[in-house]
């Protein structure tokens, strides 16, 4: 295990770089509720009109929304997803399936099912391989090659949480004790030690090594992760101790958003994007990953799912 199986991240940095952070995780979860307009999201999203502002645009400048006025004086607009944007729907299915399978969700929402119109049934939202169309697991994707432009790619990386940190400690979303998935994933460095908690990382000194983490920032992370219960604390070693840090199943359960989230990248970013270099040990194609209804096996669409009490 080494720093080499961090590819992965690239498309999954990219992905989160272009539809943001938790701000914009949210505001793009309310748009697939049907909300259309600036002060729709601005009452359910919680954020600061400055705040709303800067991630409407920027997901207009990035093609996921594009605005058009609503109003016949053409001062005012509503935002509608884009062909890109809507390919984020699978990924935004499971981030509220992950909230609603461990209880994160909004009361507000918590007692409603999302239900898919041409099967008629609740919507169970699966990640599943495109080719062989088995449900996605962790055990069974392995890796193709290496690329030696990975530190360079760790750099771009953080460079791209370092353009974030301002925005994120402008303002503190977490006014729930509950930690919701945008919490998780809408912070860089989070991100980055799940993904090599994916693929195999234990040891807090393998997480420094291969990270090249400040040891301040890790362990602050780590333990945000134990608290919201995505990571458990086991020591291996009694002097001096050592501690190894295991996914629970909580935090295994993140995998298939977060790879949803790669293949986004990967099919509507293919300029910033490199060769997959996954492959699915299943069937031994290249990952490419899709998300289906678990009742009819089709993909959903947002026209065909419903909120329903
Ligand atoms: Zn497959
Ligand atoms: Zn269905």
Redesign the pocket.
């Known amino acids: 295990m080494n720093i080499n199986r961090l590819i992965l991240n690239s498309a999954v940095a990219q992905g989160l770089d272009v539809i943001g952070d938790r701000w914009a995780l949210r505001i793009l979860n309310e748009a697939f509720n049907g909300k259309r307009r600036f002060e729709e999201f601005r009452s359910h999203t919680g954020a600061s009109r400055a705040t709303l502002t800067r991630r409407l645009t920027a997901l207009v400048d990035n093609d996921i929304l594009y605005k058009r006025p609503y109003s016949t004086g053409a001062t005012r607009f509503e935002y509608k997803f884009t062909e890109k944007g809507l390919g984020l729907f699978g990924a935004s299915l499971l981030a509220r399936q992950w909230e609603l399978d461990w209880k994160v969700e909004e009361p507000e929402t918590s007692d409603k099912q999302l239900f898919?119109s041409?099967?008629n049934?609740i919507?169970q939202p699966r990640a599943v391989c495109r080719h062989c169309h088995e449900a996605l697991e962790l055990e069974d994707v392995s890796w193709l090659s290496l690329d030696e432009e990975l530190n360079n790619q760790m750099d771009e990386i953080k460079s791209i949480h370092q353009q974030h940190q301002a925005d994120l400690s402008s303002e503190n979303i977490n006014n729930t004790p509950e930690v919701k998935l945008a919490d998780l994933v809408g912070d860089r460095w989070t991100l980055l030690i799940l993904i090599v908690a994916f693929f195999g990382t234990t040891r807090y000194d393998d997480f420094l090594k291969q990270l090249k983490i400040a040891p301040g920032i890790l362990v602050e992370r780590l333990k945000n992760l134990i608290e919201a219960g995505v990571l458990h604390r086991k020591s291996y070693q009694s002097n001096p101790p050592r501690y190894a840090y295991k996914l629970t199943a909580k935090g295994r359960s993140l995998y298939p958003f977060t790879m949803s989230l790669r293949q986004w990248a990967i099919d509507w970013l293919p300029d910033k994007v490199s060769e997959p270099n996954l492959i699915h040990s299943s069937c031994g194609e290249a990952l490419a990953v899709e998300i289906h209804?678990e009742?009819?096996k089709?993909k959903?669409w947002p026209r065909d799912v419903r909120l329903q009490f």
Do not use: A, E
């Open positions: 898919h041409p099967c049934s919507l209804c009742s009819c089709q959903p």
